[in-house]
């Protein structure tokens, strides 16, 4: 018996920045988690069992307010 691919694929948004840079992940009207960092992204989707999605690239991804690079609100640390 042959595996049939999904009907349907999930379609996640990564939405606009909060004030803090934070920014929640969804799928459908399901909040997944929130994300601080596009690790967290990653990790979140793991957590769902979407660990295939390739986040950065995918179109299944739609980032609002800016891409996988955008965290406003972040600074970087000095290296010592």
Do not use: C, K, N
């Amino acid at each position: 018996m042959t595996a049939h691919p999904p009907t349907e694929f999930p379609h996640i948004v990564v939405h606009a920045p909060a004030l803090d840079g934070s920014r929640r992940v969804t799928e459908g009207d399901v909040t997944l988690g929130i994300a601080s960092h596009l690790d967290d992204v990653v990790e979140i989707l793991r957590m769902a069992d979407l660990d295939r999605i390739e986040v950065e690239e995918s179109d299944l991804v739609e980032w609002q307010g800016g891409g996988p690079d955008d965290w406003p609100g972040l600074t970087e640390h000095p290296e010592s």
